[in-house]
């Protein structure tokens, strides 16, 4: 074993000039930029769902909308503040209100709306669902990841936790821009799935996706 | 272990018997934000005074000495690989402490682990005291040559206990058995060629 002052000796000697990290803020903003285009890219190839403009009058869509981005963008800046070390956990309750208000609304969305389930959801509509959250999702991870790679030392839990829920809630707001049917309860389920299944993966596999980015 | 000596320069003094390491935390903040730049003095003078502070904060957690200093270094390694997410505008204690404390107890955890699953190799887990004993291989062998010596016929078998087992000359056996000593030769040649074929034969049964 290499003795305490020979580690040191080693490590000032190897000490190259290291480029500062931006403070957090600005680097959620670069990443919730990166976002964006990513959803843009999408509406260009996709297009808008016809009747959003209208969707958005009704109440509970612009909810559900607004708190889901709101969610996005808070979860996404207490990623990035939270994997700095020092910073305090008490940033990982940011989006908690927001993402109450979020949940609250698909509960009650699926209780009102329980009873005029629509009859026929096709199997085809639920693959291009699908195709959309991969194609937003993956991107949107992995550059998270890469970009908060340096936490996976530090709070790879927590990190992971909130990224996850920035992605799932922005991976949301794309959902209700493109998707083209009513905002179901079948939907709001399908976008509460998601979402949950991304925290509880960023939660699970966390240490393990970033000793894939970040090897030690 | 204790902090290097050769590199005790009054810095490292002035925390060790003067102020708290928490009155550092400037000069460390600027040393940091110097390290930052490339300064590798400014560096290796950090490196040298947080490592004993690193030390009083692992030692509350690690006892075994070490485990202590294999944290120590990780917490130096960590702070080796994050140092680009240090702000120099901000405090560097908090800083320090979070990766510290995060890696003590990730050390932890993993020692943790492989003392559940590793157990160390100890005198009792052998069944006697004797070291034959625990040979079980080397008996067997043993016994299944005796047998094979048992198989022969008088005069060979007793040429070999003689000269083999008990490690005679030719001459003392010679005397002992009666017979000559060119009989012997010729006696323990056929004899060791029997049981070649006799061992050989017990071993494909088995």
Sequence with gaps: MITTPDLIDSLAKGAAPVRRLRPPLVRAAGWLAFAASILALVIVAHGLRPDLAASLQTTAFAINFGAALATGVLAAIAAFVVGVPGRSSAWLLLPVPTLAVWMLNIGYGCVTAWVDLPAGLKLGDEASCFALLVVTGVPLSLVMLIMLRHAALIAPTQVTIMGGLAVAALTAVGLSLFHNHEASALVLLWNLGIAALLVAAGGLAGRRMFSWVAPR | ?206
């Design chain 2, 1 to 206: 272990m204790p902090s290097s000596p050769a590199h005790s320069g009054p810095s490292l003094s002035l925390v060790k018997d003067g102020p708290a390491p928490s009155d550092r935390t400037l000069d460390w903040s600027v040393f940091m934000a110097r390290a930052q730049a490339g300064d590798r003095e400014a560096y290796r003078r950090l490196l040298e005074e947080i490592a004993p502070y690193i030390r009083s904060l692992a030692v509350r957690q690690v006892q075994n000495r070490a485990d202590l200093e294999d944290a120590v270094q990780d917490v130096l390694l960590t702070v080796h690989a994050v140092r680009h997410t240090y702000d120099p505008m901000r405090p560097f204690g908090p800083w320090l402490v979070a990766i510290a404390n995060r890696r003590i107890v990730d050390a932890l955890r993993r020692r943790g682990r492989a003392g559940a699953r590793e157990a160390p190799l100890e005198t009792e887990h052998e069944t006697f005291a004797a070291p034959e004993t625990n040979y079980h291989e080397a008996a067997s062998d043993g016994r299944a040559l005796r047998e094979a010596v048992d198989g022969l016929p008088p005069g060979q078998g007793r040429a070999i206990r003689l000269l083999k087992l008990e490690e005679m000359s030719l001459k003392e056996a010679a005397r002992t058995s009666g017979m000559s000593v060119a009989a012997l030769k010729v006696a323990t040649h056929r004899a060791l060629k029997n049981l070649r074929k006799m061992l050989i034969a017990g071993k494909q049964k088995t």
